[in-house]
């Protein structure tokens, strides 16, 4: 089992070169599910494009549709990429579809979960906390992460989000974590490792 979790993942030069070496494989090798929120303005184009800029060849890229989930079970990829966008309306979407399910199952069958931004926090035990800095668009009630990584996460790190980091440090039932764009955390399914630039 492998998570990795990121800010910006391959969105710059750091956080891609730290997700590559724990890939162990070249990128022109990696077969990948992407998976995007389809609320986003650009599509999954901008997440693709930057994909194939890192060398992973466009055939080698499976880009989800939430509609037509059963389309995406049993494939044979290497990773499942879940990016940025709205967390909440990611979360609603994987779930409604049945397709959580499918990644737990992918992931326990040794196919690395990316997240970037909201599919981090997507990965973890809760999203609540995420109202702070992220409307929740498609109302939903239901809080509770995929729970691949035993935490949560307040990514995009900085100064203004410094409050919401110190005040669940003190109150939150989770493990907490903080994520700047510069870092990404790893899970190997028994500890949890900070990588920072």
Do not use: W
């Not at 973890?124 to 691949?148: A, K, M, Q, R």
């Amino acid at each position: 089992m492998k998570i990795i979790l990121t800010s910006k993942a391959f969105g710059n030069k750091y956080a891609t070169d730290k997700v590559f070496s724990q890939l162990n494989k070249d990128a022109s090798h990696l077969k990948v599910l992407l998976v995007a929120t389809p609320c986003l303005p650009y599509g999954p184009e901008k997440y693709l494009n930057e994909l194939i800029d890192c060398g992973i060849k466009n055939d080698n890229i499976i880009i989800f549709n939430h509609k037509k989930p059963k389309m995406y079970c049993n494939l044979d990829i290497n990773v499942i990429y879940v990016t940025g966008g709205n967390t909440f309306t990611g979360l609603k979407l994987i779930k409604d579809s049945g397709f959580d399910k499918e990644i737990i199952k992918y992931v326990n069958n040794g196919v690395i979960y990316i997240g970037r931004s909201a599919g981090s926090h997507i990965a973890t035990n809760n999203i609540e906390h995420v109202l702070e800095f992220d409307s929740n668009d498609i109302g939903t009630n239901d809080y509770d992460g995929l729970g691949l990584v035993d935490c949560i996460l307040v990514c995009h790190y900085d100064t203004e989000r410094k409050n919401c980091y110190n005040r669940l440090i003190n109150e939150s039932e989770y493990n907490v974590y903080s994520l700047t764009n510069q870092e990404i955390l790893i899970y190997d399914g028994i500890e949890i490792k900070k990588y920072y630039h």
